[in-house]
Nanobody, 122 residues
Framework: QVQLVESGGGLVQAGGSLRLSCAASGRTFSKYAMGWFRQAPGKEREFVVAISRSGGGTYYAESVKGRFSITRDNGKNMVYLQMNSLKPEDTAVYLC???????????????WGRGTQVTVSS
């Protein structure tokens, strides 16, 4: 099994930046595509971005293209989400997940972290 733990969330003003980290346990990290999702109160879980097993392929939601960037370091079992030009509508709990293959569908992700809160003030 894979254990995922997010960190790096916090409070930031609109226009600011934040970097989230997701640490994965186990030796099979490189076998999984990784994704970031977010969920705000009263809303459904929303796909944000995903990255392929090797890190060579990425797919971004239209709402974050040009502002967010995902990277991974398989040697460190880490995946990162760099968030720039943050907007109040980005406020949500951000969760990382592992799945196969690269997909935007949450049902295809079999391991999930508990999430980290990101709050963007206006």
């Amino acid at each position: 099994q894979v254990q995922l733990v997010e960190s790096g969330g916090g409070l930031v003003q609109a226009g600011g930046s934040l970097r989230l980290s997701c640490a994965a346990s186990g030796r099979t990290f490189s076998k999984y595509a990784m994704g970031w999702f977010r969920q705000a109160p009263g809303k459904e879980r929303e796909f944000v971005v995903a990255i392929s097993r090797s890190g060579g392929g990425t797919y971004y939601a239209e709402s974050v293209k040009g502002r967010f960037s995902i990277t991974r370091d398989n040697g460190k079992n880490m995946v990162y989400l760099q968030m720039n030009s943050l907007k109040p509508e980005d406020t949500a709990v951000y969760l990382c997940a592992a799945g196969v293959p690269l997909t935007t569908e949450p049902d295809r992700y079999v391991y999930w972290g508990r999430g980290t809160q990101v709050t963007v003030s206006s």
